[in-house]
Structures are given as structure tokens and as C-alpha cells.
């Protein structure tokens, strides 16, 4: 059975940083794309960033310099960092994970972040 949990969300003023995890069990890691999704309140979800490769990344135009992507093969994590956030922050990130090969994708349950003065 395929897990994505993501931990890390929480509110806080705009300027600070946050940290993002999200730990797959149920798959080859090292076989997916793994990537950030976000979906603020009446918007599409939207892509963050995606890591593949372990050095392929990938990041939207508007956290582009703020936030930063890694992963860990050897845990099965996939991190964001996310610094000097801003209140266009505010959203439910989501964990996803794609087969570079087959293109099976799953889905973490989400995680709130809240940016408000």
C-alpha cells in the first residue's frame, strides 16, 4: 500500500520559514518524481517544485529564490523548505509521487500553511 504523509505545516507571520516533509512507504523511491502541490482556496491545485534524479528540479515561477526541494533516497523523504514566505503562501501543500516510467501517481493528504500577519 502506497503512503505519502506529509508533516510540517503550520501558520505563521509573513518574512518566516517552514519546513515541509513527506515520507513514502510502498514504492521504489528512486523510481518517481516526487514534487510540492498546492491549492489555495478557490485556485487549482497548482505545482511547487518536483525533484527527480535527485538533482532534476523544478519550481514555480513565484517560489523561485524562496523555497528549495531535496530529497533523501536512503529515508524515502522528500523535503521544502520554504523561506521569506508570503501571505499568497497560504495554501494545503500536497505530497505527490510519479513513476518516471509507468506514470502512476499518488497523493499525500495534504498539509495547511497559513501566512498571516
Known amino acids: 500500500q502506497v503512503q505519502l504523509v506529509e508533516s510540517g505545516g503550520g501558520s505563521l507571520q509573513p518574512g518566516g520559514s517552514l519546513r515541509l516533509s513527506c515520507a513514502a512507504s510502498?514504492?521504489?523511491?528512486?523510481?518517481?518524481?516526487m514534487g510540492w502541490y498546492r491549492q489555495a482556496p478557490g485556485k487549482q491545485r497548482e505545482l511547487v517544485a518536483s525533484?527527480?534524479?535527485?538533482?532534476?528540479?523544478l519550481y514555480a515561477d513565484s517560489v523561485k529564490g524562496r523555497f528549495t526541494i531535496s530529497e533523501d533516497n536512503a529515508e524515502n523523504t522528500v523535503s521544502l523548505q520554504m523561506n521569506r514566505l508570503i501571505t499568497e503562501d497560504t495554501a494545503v501543500y500536497y505530497c505527490?509521487?510519479?513513476?518516471?516510467?509507468?506514470?502512476?501517481?499518488?497523493w499525500g493528504q495534504g498539509t495547511q500553511v497559513t501566512v498571516s500577519s
Open positions: 505527490n509521487a510519479v513513476h518516471r516510467i509507468f506514470r502512476q501517481n499518488y
Open positions: 510502498g514504492i521504489i523511491f528512486n523510481m518517481y518524481t
Open positions: 525533484i527527480s534524479s535527485g538533482d532534476r528540479t
